[in-house]
DNA sequence: TCAATTATGATTATTTTTGAACAAATAAGC
DNA sequence: GCTTATTTGTTCAAAAATAATCATAATTGA
Protein backbone atom coordinates (compact mmCIF):
# COMPACT_ATOMS: atom_id res chain seq x y z
CA UNK A 1 0.00 0.00 0.00
CA UNK A 2 2.02 3.23 -0.91
CA UNK A 3 1.09 6.30 0.20
CA UNK A 4 -1.21 7.58 -2.83
CA UNK A 5 -3.65 4.92 -2.23
CA UNK A 6 -3.55 5.58 1.45
CA UNK A 7 -4.33 9.10 1.14
CA UNK A 8 -7.60 8.28 -1.16
CA UNK A 9 -8.28 6.00 1.95
CA UNK A 10 -8.04 8.61 4.59
CA UNK A 11 -9.83 10.84 2.32
CA UNK A 12 -12.48 8.62 1.62
CA UNK A 13 -13.02 7.88 5.28
CA UNK A 14 -12.87 11.77 6.45
CA UNK A 15 -15.47 12.23 4.02
CA UNK A 16 -17.73 10.50 5.23
CA UNK A 17 -16.95 9.76 8.92
CA UNK A 18 -15.38 13.39 9.63
CA UNK A 19 -12.71 12.66 11.00
CA UNK A 20 -9.87 10.43 11.12
CA UNK A 21 -7.61 8.36 14.53
CA UNK A 22 -4.08 7.65 13.82
CA UNK A 23 -3.94 4.47 16.07
CA UNK A 24 -7.30 3.29 13.97
CA UNK A 25 -5.79 4.68 11.15
CA UNK A 26 -2.25 2.62 11.42
CA UNK A 27 -4.49 -0.88 12.40
CA UNK A 28 -6.64 -0.33 9.52
CA UNK A 29 -3.91 0.20 7.03
CA UNK A 30 -1.48 -2.06 8.37
CA UNK A 31 1.24 0.55 9.19
CA UNK A 32 3.07 1.99 11.99
CA UNK A 33 1.53 5.23 13.68
CA UNK A 34 4.36 7.58 12.72
CA UNK A 35 3.83 6.62 9.15
CA UNK A 36 0.24 7.18 9.71
CA UNK A 37 1.24 10.29 11.18
CA UNK A 38 3.08 11.68 8.95
CA UNK A 39 0.75 11.30 6.00
CA UNK A 40 -1.95 13.35 8.07
CA UNK A 41 0.81 15.97 8.18
CA UNK A 42 1.42 15.94 4.48
CA UNK A 43 -2.17 16.15 3.79
CA UNK A 44 -2.71 18.69 6.18
CA UNK A 45 0.01 20.32 4.68
CA UNK A 46 -1.95 20.59 1.05
CA UNK A 47 -4.89 21.62 2.85
CA UNK A 48 -7.14 18.60 2.31
CA UNK A 49 -6.86 18.31 6.21
CA UNK A 50 -7.50 19.64 9.67
CA UNK A 51 -4.88 18.05 12.29
CA UNK A 52 -5.84 17.25 15.44
CA UNK A 53 -4.19 15.60 18.46
CA UNK A 54 -4.24 12.09 17.84
CA UNK A 55 -6.01 12.35 14.40
CA UNK A 56 -7.37 14.59 11.46
CA UNK A 57 -10.96 16.37 10.46
CA UNK A 58 -12.43 17.61 7.50
CA UNK A 59 -12.10 21.36 6.16
CA UNK A 60 -14.82 23.51 6.99
CA UNK A 61 -17.39 22.35 4.15
CA UNK A 62 -17.33 26.09 3.69
CA UNK A 63 -20.72 27.37 4.98
CA UNK A 64 -22.23 29.30 2.16
CA UNK A 65 -23.95 32.02 3.68
CA UNK A 66 -25.51 34.02 1.17
CA UNK A 67 -27.54 32.96 -1.50
CA UNK A 68 -28.19 36.45 -3.57
CA UNK A 69 -30.67 34.79 -5.67
CA UNK A 70 -32.60 33.85 -3.04
CA UNK A 71 -32.54 37.14 -1.04
CA UNK A 72 -33.18 39.02 -4.40
CA UNK A 73 -36.10 37.02 -4.58
CA UNK A 74 -38.26 38.28 -1.51
CA UNK A 75 -40.19 40.82 -2.64
CA UNK A 76 -39.91 40.69 -5.90
CA UNK A 77 -42.58 41.95 -7.75
CA UNK A 78 -42.29 45.55 -6.22
CA UNK A 79 -38.17 45.13 -6.45
CA UNK A 80 -39.46 44.40 -10.15
CA UNK A 81 -41.74 47.75 -10.05
CA UNK A 82 -38.81 49.73 -8.99
CA UNK A 83 -36.79 48.72 -11.84
CA UNK A 84 -38.75 48.75 -14.57
CA UNK A 85 -39.77 52.26 -13.62
CA UNK A 86 -35.98 52.84 -13.35
CA UNK A 87 -34.84 51.22 -16.86
CA UNK A 88 -36.68 53.89 -18.60
CA UNK A 89 -34.44 56.68 -17.32
CA UNK A 90 -31.81 54.44 -19.11
CA UNK A 91 -30.88 54.78 -23.02
CA UNK A 92 -28.38 53.65 -25.76
CA UNK A 93 -25.19 55.07 -25.33
CA UNK A 94 -25.82 55.66 -21.72
CA UNK A 95 -22.79 55.10 -19.34
CA UNK A 96 -24.26 54.12 -15.45
CA UNK A 97 -23.09 53.08 -12.07
CA UNK A 98 -24.63 50.27 -10.59
CA UNK A 99 -23.63 49.18 -7.22
CA UNK A 100 -24.30 45.88 -5.16
CA UNK A 101 -27.54 46.26 -3.21
CA UNK A 102 -30.41 43.17 -4.20
CA UNK A 103 -33.03 45.91 -5.41
CA UNK A 104 -30.37 47.08 -8.01
CA UNK A 105 -29.41 43.76 -8.96
CA UNK A 106 -32.96 43.11 -10.59
CA UNK A 107 -32.49 46.47 -12.73
CA UNK A 108 -29.70 43.98 -14.66
CA UNK A 109 -32.77 41.99 -16.61
CA UNK A 110 -34.42 45.25 -17.58
CA UNK A 111 -31.13 46.52 -19.36
CA UNK A 112 -29.44 43.24 -20.76
CA UNK A 113 -30.78 44.50 -24.42
CA UNK A 114 -29.79 48.02 -23.98
CA UNK A 115 -26.32 49.19 -25.66
CA UNK A 116 -24.84 50.83 -22.83
CA UNK A 117 -21.71 50.72 -20.36
CA UNK A 118 -22.22 49.88 -16.69
CA UNK A 119 -19.60 50.50 -14.16
CA UNK A 120 -20.36 48.11 -10.83
CA UNK A 121 -18.49 46.47 -7.77
CA UNK A 122 -21.54 43.64 -7.68
CA UNK A 123 -20.55 40.29 -8.94
CA UNK A 124 -24.08 39.33 -9.42
CA UNK A 125 -24.23 42.35 -11.73
CA UNK A 126 -22.13 41.12 -13.50
CA UNK A 127 -22.87 37.73 -13.99
CA UNK A 128 -26.25 38.63 -14.71
CA UNK A 129 -24.71 40.63 -17.71
CA UNK A 130 -22.19 38.88 -18.95
CA UNK A 131 -23.87 37.90 -22.47
CA UNK A 132 -25.38 40.43 -23.02
CA UNK A 133 -25.70 43.96 -25.28
CA UNK A 134 -23.95 45.24 -21.92
CA UNK A 135 -20.70 46.58 -21.66
CA UNK A 136 -19.10 46.14 -18.40
CA UNK A 137 -16.49 47.52 -16.28
CA UNK A 138 -15.38 45.77 -13.41
CA UNK A 139 -14.75 48.23 -9.86
CA UNK A 140 -11.22 46.43 -9.15
CA UNK A 141 -10.18 45.42 -5.26
CA UNK A 142 -11.06 43.47 -2.44
CA UNK A 143 -13.72 40.88 -2.51
CA UNK A 144 -16.04 40.57 -0.05
CA UNK A 145 -17.16 37.29 -0.63
CA UNK A 146 -20.06 37.34 1.92
CA UNK A 147 -21.67 40.41 -0.06
CA UNK A 148 -20.53 39.40 -3.17
CA UNK A 149 -19.16 42.47 -4.29
CA UNK A 150 -16.00 44.73 -4.38
CA UNK A 151 -15.17 47.37 -1.57
CA UNK A 152 -12.67 48.99 0.38
CA UNK A 153 -10.06 51.63 -0.49
CA UNK A 154 -8.73 50.59 -4.10
CA UNK A 155 -12.18 49.85 -4.84
CA UNK A 156 -13.27 53.75 -3.60
CA UNK A 157 -9.78 54.93 -5.93
CA UNK A 158 -10.95 53.15 -8.64
CA UNK A 159 -14.28 54.26 -9.03
CA UNK A 160 -12.83 57.52 -8.59
CA UNK A 161 -11.02 58.05 -11.90
CA UNK A 162 -14.60 57.00 -13.63
CA UNK A 163 -17.49 59.59 -14.55
CA UNK A 164 -20.70 58.06 -15.30
CA UNK A 165 -23.93 60.41 -16.39
CA UNK A 166 -25.93 58.33 -14.07
CA UNK A 167 -25.97 56.01 -11.05
CA UNK A 168 -28.47 53.80 -9.71
CA UNK A 169 -27.51 52.54 -5.92
CA UNK A 170 -29.87 50.73 -2.87
CA UNK A 171 -29.39 52.11 0.38
CA UNK A 172 -30.81 50.36 3.92
CA UNK A 173 -32.83 54.03 4.62
CA UNK A 174 -33.25 57.15 3.45
CA UNK A 175 -35.45 60.17 4.80
CA UNK A 176 -34.80 64.30 4.40
CA UNK A 177 -32.20 63.91 6.62
CA UNK A 178 -29.83 61.68 4.14
CA UNK A 179 -28.59 58.06 2.85
CA UNK A 180 -28.32 55.30 5.86
CA UNK A 181 -26.40 52.13 5.65
CA UNK A 182 -25.80 49.09 7.63
CA UNK A 183 -22.28 49.01 6.38
CA UNK A 184 -19.11 51.26 6.40
CA UNK A 185 -17.63 49.59 3.50
CA UNK A 186 -20.87 49.59 1.13
CA UNK A 187 -21.41 53.58 2.49
CA UNK A 188 -17.85 54.43 1.10
CA UNK A 189 -18.93 52.61 -2.64
CA UNK A 190 -22.17 54.68 -2.52
CA UNK A 191 -20.27 57.90 -1.86
CA UNK A 192 -18.01 57.12 -4.62
CA UNK A 193 -20.57 56.80 -7.09
CA UNK A 194 -22.75 59.76 -5.90
CA UNK A 195 -19.39 61.79 -6.22
CA UNK A 196 -18.78 60.05 -9.66
CA UNK A 197 -21.94 60.74 -11.19
CA UNK A 198 -23.99 63.49 -12.59
CA UNK A 199 -27.32 62.32 -12.03
CA UNK A 200 -27.93 59.80 -9.05
CA UNK A 201 -31.32 57.46 -8.64
CA UNK A 202 -31.80 55.49 -5.34
CA UNK A 203 -33.86 52.46 -5.44
CA UNK A 204 -35.95 51.88 -2.52
CA UNK A 205 -38.95 50.10 -1.59
CA UNK A 206 -41.52 51.66 0.84
CA UNK A 207 -40.20 49.90 3.99
CA UNK A 208 -36.87 52.16 3.25
CA UNK A 209 -38.44 55.23 3.91
CA UNK A 210 -37.99 56.54 7.23
CA UNK A 211 -35.30 53.86 8.00
CA UNK A 212 -32.46 55.97 9.93
CA UNK A 213 -29.96 53.15 10.44
CA UNK A 214 -26.66 52.84 11.70
CA UNK A 215 -24.78 54.73 9.49
CA UNK A 216 -25.87 58.32 8.18
CA UNK A 217 -23.03 59.05 5.14
CA UNK A 218 -24.88 61.28 2.62
CA UNK A 219 -27.01 64.61 2.47
CA UNK A 220 -30.24 64.09 0.95
CA UNK A 221 -29.46 66.54 -1.03
CA UNK A 222 -26.49 65.17 -2.86
CA UNK A 223 -28.93 62.60 -4.71
CA UNK A 224 -31.24 63.98 -7.40
CA UNK A 225 -34.01 61.41 -7.46
CA UNK A 226 -35.42 58.12 -5.57
CA UNK A 227 -37.82 55.70 -7.62
CA UNK A 228 -40.06 53.88 -4.87
CA UNK A 229 -43.38 52.26 -4.74
CA UNK A 230 -44.39 53.82 -1.43
CA UNK A 231 -47.20 56.14 -1.38
CA UNK A 232 -47.64 59.84 -0.75
CA UNK A 233 -47.98 59.38 2.87
CA UNK A 234 -44.43 57.63 3.30
CA UNK A 235 -43.11 60.43 0.77
CA UNK A 236 -44.16 63.90 2.40
CA UNK A 237 -41.45 63.64 4.41
CA UNK A 238 -39.29 64.87 1.39
CA UNK A 239 -41.58 67.70 0.38
CA UNK A 240 -39.19 70.65 1.80
CA UNK A 241 -36.30 68.69 -0.64
CA UNK A 242 -34.96 69.27 -4.40
CA UNK A 243 -35.43 65.31 -4.68
CA UNK A 244 -37.41 64.19 -7.86
CA UNK A 245 -39.57 61.51 -6.47
CA UNK A 246 -40.47 58.53 -9.59
CA UNK B 1 6.54 -8.96 -26.08
CA UNK B 2 7.10 -5.44 -27.38
CA UNK B 3 6.64 -2.50 -25.72
CA UNK B 4 3.60 -1.13 -27.64
CA UNK B 5 1.92 -4.66 -26.81
CA UNK B 6 2.97 -4.37 -23.01
CA UNK B 7 2.08 -0.97 -22.86
CA UNK B 8 -1.66 -1.83 -23.91
CA UNK B 9 -1.73 -4.60 -21.14
CA UNK B 10 -0.25 -2.13 -18.43
CA UNK B 11 -3.00 0.45 -19.29
CA UNK B 12 -5.48 -2.62 -19.49
CA UNK B 13 -4.66 -3.74 -15.71
CA UNK B 14 -4.65 0.07 -14.71
CA UNK B 15 -8.11 0.82 -15.83
CA UNK B 16 -10.05 -2.52 -14.07
CA UNK B 17 -7.86 -2.56 -10.64
CA UNK B 18 -6.88 0.92 -10.63
CA UNK B 19 -3.30 0.29 -9.94
CA UNK B 20 -0.15 -1.85 -10.76
CA UNK B 21 2.65 -2.94 -9.01
CA UNK B 22 6.25 -3.23 -10.79
CA UNK B 23 7.35 -6.45 -9.29
CA UNK B 24 4.20 -8.00 -10.20
CA UNK B 25 3.97 -6.20 -13.27
CA UNK B 26 7.65 -7.75 -14.29
CA UNK B 27 6.77 -11.18 -13.35
CA UNK B 28 3.45 -11.23 -15.41
CA UNK B 29 4.90 -9.86 -18.38
CA UNK B 30 8.28 -11.70 -18.03
CA UNK B 31 10.40 -8.51 -18.15
CA UNK B 32 12.79 -7.29 -16.25
CA UNK B 33 12.04 -4.53 -13.52
CA UNK B 34 14.10 -2.07 -14.75
CA UNK B 35 12.71 -2.48 -17.73
CA UNK B 36 8.39 -2.41 -16.44
CA UNK B 37 9.58 0.68 -14.67
CA UNK B 38 11.03 2.19 -17.82
CA UNK B 39 7.40 1.19 -19.83
CA UNK B 40 5.56 2.97 -16.26
CA UNK B 41 7.63 6.18 -16.89
CA UNK B 42 7.11 6.09 -20.41
CA UNK B 43 3.46 6.44 -19.92
CA UNK B 44 3.79 8.87 -16.94
CA UNK B 45 5.34 10.95 -19.31
CA UNK B 46 2.84 10.62 -22.01
CA UNK B 47 0.26 11.68 -19.20
CA UNK B 48 -1.45 8.06 -19.08
CA UNK B 49 -1.05 6.82 -15.41
CA UNK B 50 0.47 8.45 -12.37
CA UNK B 51 3.51 7.11 -10.95
CA UNK B 52 4.07 6.12 -7.97
CA UNK B 53 6.61 4.96 -6.04
CA UNK B 54 6.85 0.70 -6.49
CA UNK B 55 3.95 1.40 -9.32
CA UNK B 56 1.54 3.21 -10.71
CA UNK B 57 -2.39 4.08 -10.25
CA UNK B 58 -5.20 5.75 -12.90
CA UNK B 59 -4.77 9.64 -13.52
CA UNK B 60 -8.29 10.36 -12.57
CA UNK B 61 -8.70 9.30 -8.37
CA UNK B 62 -6.15 11.51 -7.43
CA UNK B 63 -7.88 14.27 -8.41
CA UNK B 64 -9.36 15.90 -5.41
CA UNK B 65 -13.02 14.61 -4.18
CA UNK B 66 -14.19 17.75 -3.90
CA UNK B 67 -16.37 19.50 -6.85
CA UNK B 68 -14.66 20.70 -10.03
CA UNK B 69 -15.97 22.08 -13.07
CA UNK B 70 -14.35 20.09 -16.07
CA UNK B 71 -14.64 22.43 -18.68
CA UNK B 72 -12.04 21.14 -21.27
CA UNK B 73 -12.03 17.71 -20.82
CA UNK B 74 -9.01 17.98 -23.42
CA UNK B 75 -5.91 17.44 -21.79
CA UNK B 76 -7.45 17.67 -18.85
CA UNK B 77 -4.72 15.36 -16.42
CA UNK B 78 -1.74 17.32 -18.30
CA UNK B 79 -3.05 20.67 -16.91
CA UNK B 80 -4.11 19.12 -13.78
CA UNK B 81 -0.61 17.72 -13.56
CA UNK B 82 0.96 20.75 -13.88
CA UNK B 83 -1.48 22.61 -11.54
CA UNK B 84 -1.31 19.79 -8.70
CA UNK B 85 2.56 20.49 -9.20
CA UNK B 86 2.24 24.60 -9.28
CA UNK B 87 0.21 23.96 -5.88
CA UNK B 88 2.71 22.67 -3.70
CA UNK B 89 4.46 25.68 -4.32
CA UNK B 90 1.80 28.02 -2.75
CA UNK B 91 1.51 28.03 1.06
CA UNK B 92 -0.51 29.73 3.47
CA UNK B 93 0.14 33.26 3.78
CA UNK B 94 1.41 33.79 -0.12
CA UNK B 95 0.03 36.93 -2.48
CA UNK B 96 -0.35 35.75 -5.60
CA UNK B 97 -0.97 36.73 -9.09
CA UNK B 98 -3.39 34.28 -11.57
CA UNK B 99 -4.10 34.80 -14.76
CA UNK B 100 -6.69 34.22 -17.28
CA UNK B 101 -5.23 31.39 -18.98
CA UNK B 102 -7.04 27.97 -18.92
CA UNK B 103 -4.10 26.03 -17.69
CA UNK B 104 -4.41 28.13 -14.67
CA UNK B 105 -7.79 28.33 -14.21
CA UNK B 106 -7.41 24.57 -13.08
CA UNK B 107 -4.72 25.62 -10.45
CA UNK B 108 -7.97 26.78 -8.39
CA UNK B 109 -9.19 23.50 -7.18
CA UNK B 110 -6.31 22.74 -5.81
CA UNK B 111 -5.70 25.59 -4.26
CA UNK B 112 -9.70 26.00 -2.39
CA UNK B 113 -8.57 25.18 0.99
CA UNK B 114 -5.10 27.25 1.23
CA UNK B 115 -5.11 30.57 3.49
CA UNK B 116 -3.83 32.45 0.95
CA UNK B 117 -5.05 36.12 -0.77
CA UNK B 118 -5.20 35.57 -4.91
CA UNK B 119 -5.05 38.59 -7.46
CA UNK B 120 -6.54 37.92 -10.29
CA UNK B 121 -8.63 39.44 -13.58
CA UNK B 122 -9.90 36.27 -14.48
CA UNK B 123 -13.42 35.81 -14.06
CA UNK B 124 -13.59 31.75 -13.73
CA UNK B 125 -11.10 31.70 -11.25
CA UNK B 126 -13.33 34.65 -9.42
CA UNK B 127 -16.25 32.08 -9.46
CA UNK B 128 -14.42 29.01 -9.01
CA UNK B 129 -12.54 30.99 -5.50
CA UNK B 130 -15.66 32.50 -4.29
CA UNK B 131 -16.62 30.34 -1.30
CA UNK B 132 -13.55 29.31 -0.72
CA UNK B 133 -10.96 29.82 2.35
CA UNK B 134 -8.93 31.69 -0.63
CA UNK B 135 -9.35 35.80 0.09
CA UNK B 136 -9.54 37.31 -3.39
CA UNK B 137 -8.68 41.02 -4.98
CA UNK B 138 -10.16 41.66 -8.34
CA UNK B 139 -7.97 43.58 -11.17
CA UNK B 140 -10.85 46.14 -12.43
CA UNK B 141 -11.12 47.63 -15.72
CA UNK B 142 -12.76 46.58 -18.54
CA UNK B 143 -14.60 43.27 -18.99
CA UNK B 144 -13.35 41.61 -22.03
CA UNK B 145 -16.75 39.15 -22.19
CA UNK B 146 -15.25 36.91 -24.65
CA UNK B 147 -12.38 36.07 -22.48
CA UNK B 148 -13.96 36.72 -19.11
CA UNK B 149 -11.36 38.84 -18.29
CA UNK B 150 -10.34 42.45 -17.47
CA UNK B 151 -8.18 43.81 -19.59
CA UNK B 152 -6.94 47.36 -20.77
CA UNK B 153 -5.11 50.52 -19.40
CA UNK B 154 -7.30 50.78 -16.32
CA UNK B 155 -6.43 47.04 -15.45
CA UNK B 156 -2.59 47.22 -16.03
CA UNK B 157 -2.43 50.29 -13.95
CA UNK B 158 -4.51 48.59 -11.13
CA UNK B 159 -2.33 45.68 -11.38
CA UNK B 160 1.00 47.99 -10.69
CA UNK B 161 -0.37 49.18 -7.22
CA UNK B 162 -0.41 45.26 -6.12
CA UNK B 163 2.73 43.45 -5.12
CA UNK B 164 2.85 39.58 -4.68
CA UNK B 165 5.37 37.22 -4.17
CA UNK B 166 4.18 34.78 -6.85
CA UNK B 167 2.59 34.54 -10.20
CA UNK B 168 1.10 31.77 -11.63
CA UNK B 169 0.89 32.48 -15.72
CA UNK B 170 -0.20 30.85 -18.45
CA UNK B 171 1.39 31.53 -22.01
CA UNK B 172 0.09 30.78 -25.43
CA UNK B 173 3.64 30.29 -26.36
CA UNK B 174 7.35 29.69 -25.24
CA UNK B 175 10.64 29.07 -25.76
CA UNK B 176 14.76 30.37 -24.96
CA UNK B 177 13.43 33.43 -27.01
CA UNK B 178 11.15 34.89 -24.75
CA UNK B 179 7.00 34.32 -23.93
CA UNK B 180 4.63 34.89 -26.30
CA UNK B 181 1.23 35.53 -27.08
CA UNK B 182 -1.79 35.39 -29.50
CA UNK B 183 -3.49 38.53 -27.83
CA UNK B 184 -2.00 42.04 -26.96
CA UNK B 185 -4.45 42.74 -24.52
CA UNK B 186 -3.49 39.30 -22.61
CA UNK B 187 0.11 40.31 -23.37
CA UNK B 188 0.12 43.39 -21.13
CA UNK B 189 -1.39 41.67 -18.59
CA UNK B 190 1.12 39.24 -18.21
CA UNK B 191 4.10 41.74 -18.28
CA UNK B 192 2.50 43.42 -15.74
CA UNK B 193 2.07 40.53 -13.33
CA UNK B 194 5.53 39.59 -13.88
CA UNK B 195 6.84 43.03 -13.18
CA UNK B 196 4.67 43.18 -10.12
CA UNK B 197 5.86 39.41 -8.09
CA UNK B 198 9.13 38.37 -6.76
CA UNK B 199 8.73 34.92 -8.54
CA UNK B 200 7.30 34.30 -11.76
CA UNK B 201 5.93 30.79 -12.21
CA UNK B 202 4.31 29.71 -15.90
CA UNK B 203 2.09 26.86 -16.68
CA UNK B 204 2.88 25.46 -19.94
CA UNK B 205 1.83 21.81 -21.36
CA UNK B 206 4.53 20.21 -23.57
CA UNK B 207 2.73 21.72 -27.09
CA UNK B 208 3.37 25.26 -26.22
CA UNK B 209 7.30 24.81 -25.83
CA UNK B 210 9.07 26.34 -28.96
CA UNK B 211 5.60 27.59 -30.46
CA UNK B 212 7.15 31.63 -31.04
CA UNK B 213 3.34 32.59 -32.23
CA UNK B 214 2.43 35.94 -32.73
CA UNK B 215 3.68 38.45 -30.58
CA UNK B 216 7.02 38.29 -27.90
CA UNK B 217 6.09 40.10 -25.10
CA UNK B 218 8.63 39.72 -22.47
CA UNK B 219 12.31 38.05 -22.34
CA UNK B 220 13.12 34.34 -20.50
CA UNK B 221 14.90 35.43 -18.15
CA UNK B 222 11.77 37.47 -17.05
CA UNK B 223 10.59 34.87 -15.63
CA UNK B 224 12.20 32.26 -12.91
CA UNK B 225 10.27 29.06 -13.67
CA UNK B 226 8.56 26.97 -15.57
CA UNK B 227 6.11 24.17 -15.03
CA UNK B 228 5.56 21.70 -17.48
CA UNK B 229 4.64 18.01 -18.33
CA UNK B 230 6.87 18.29 -20.85
CA UNK B 231 10.05 15.50 -21.45
CA UNK B 232 13.93 16.64 -21.10
CA UNK B 233 13.84 16.44 -25.42
CA UNK B 234 11.52 19.41 -25.23
CA UNK B 235 13.50 21.29 -22.46
CA UNK B 236 16.92 21.12 -23.95
CA UNK B 237 16.70 24.58 -25.13
CA UNK B 238 16.48 26.00 -21.93
CA UNK B 239 19.74 24.86 -20.81
CA UNK B 240 21.32 28.37 -21.80
CA UNK B 241 18.89 30.32 -19.52
CA UNK B 242 18.57 30.56 -15.72
CA UNK B 243 15.09 29.08 -15.87
CA UNK B 244 14.29 26.51 -12.80
CA UNK B 245 12.31 23.45 -14.69
CA UNK B 246 9.79 21.91 -12.34
C1' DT C 1 27.03 -7.81 -44.25
C1' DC C 2 28.09 -4.24 -40.97
C1' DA C 3 27.53 -0.10 -38.54
C1' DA C 4 24.09 2.38 -36.02
C1' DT C 5 20.25 2.65 -33.39
C1' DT C 6 17.22 0.82 -30.04
C1' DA C 7 15.61 -2.09 -26.32
C1' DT C 8 16.83 -4.64 -22.44
C1' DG C 9 19.37 -6.20 -18.44
C1' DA C 10 22.90 -5.85 -14.64
C1' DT C 11 25.37 -3.09 -11.34
C1' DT C 12 26.00 0.61 -8.32
C1' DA C 13 24.96 4.96 -6.08
C1' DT C 14 21.26 7.87 -4.64
C1' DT C 15 16.77 8.93 -3.11
C1' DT C 16 12.49 7.84 -0.92
C1' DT C 17 9.87 5.56 2.32
C1' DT C 18 9.21 3.52 6.55
C1' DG C 19 9.94 2.38 11.31
C1' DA C 20 12.20 2.83 15.98
C1' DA C 21 14.00 5.47 19.83
C1' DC C 22 13.91 9.42 22.63
C1' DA C 23 13.29 14.21 24.10
C1' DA C 24 9.92 17.97 23.96
C1' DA C 25 5.28 19.54 23.84
C1' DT C 26 0.43 18.87 24.79
C1' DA C 27 -3.68 17.19 26.91
C1' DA C 28 -5.93 14.98 30.85
C1' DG C 29 -6.51 13.74 35.60
C1' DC C 30 -6.05 14.82 40.42
C1' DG D 1 -1.27 24.23 41.23
C1' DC D 2 0.97 19.31 40.15
C1' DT D 3 1.66 14.68 37.98
C1' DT D 4 0.85 11.32 34.42
C1' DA D 5 -0.15 9.72 29.97
C1' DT D 6 -0.39 10.72 25.28
C1' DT D 7 1.00 12.89 21.20
C1' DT D 8 4.40 15.03 18.60
C1' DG D 9 8.92 16.39 16.45
C1' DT D 10 13.56 14.93 15.65
C1' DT D 11 17.16 12.01 14.63
C1' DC D 12 18.91 7.87 12.99
C1' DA D 13 18.97 3.45 10.56
C1' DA D 14 17.13 -0.16 7.54
C1' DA D 15 14.66 -1.39 3.51
C1' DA D 16 12.72 -0.52 -0.78
C1' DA D 17 12.54 1.92 -5.02
C1' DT D 18 14.73 4.76 -8.23
C1' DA D 19 18.18 6.99 -11.27
C1' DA D 20 22.48 6.63 -13.55
C1' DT D 21 25.86 4.15 -15.83
C1' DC D 22 27.55 0.67 -18.50
C1' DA D 23 27.24 -3.69 -21.07
C1' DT D 24 24.74 -6.82 -23.95
C1' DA D 25 21.22 -8.35 -27.20
C1' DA D 26 17.89 -7.25 -30.79
C1' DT D 27 16.50 -4.54 -34.62
C1' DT D 28 17.05 -1.45 -38.34
C1' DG D 29 18.68 0.51 -42.61
C1' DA D 30 22.10 1.11 -45.84
Redesign the pocket.
Known sequence: ???QR?KQKILDQLNSTGEVD??KLAAELN?????S??DL?QLANDGLLY?????AMKVDPLAKPHDFVNKSAQNSTVKDDICRKAAEHIIDGDIIFMDCGSTVFRLCQFIKNKKIKVITNSLPVIYELQNSAVSINIIGGELNSERQAVHGKMANEHISKYRAGKAFLGVDGISENGLFANSELEAEITQAYINQSTYTYVLCDAGKIGNETYLKFADINQVEAIITNAGDDKLDRFKDTALTIL
Open positions: MNFRIKISEITRRNRTHGG
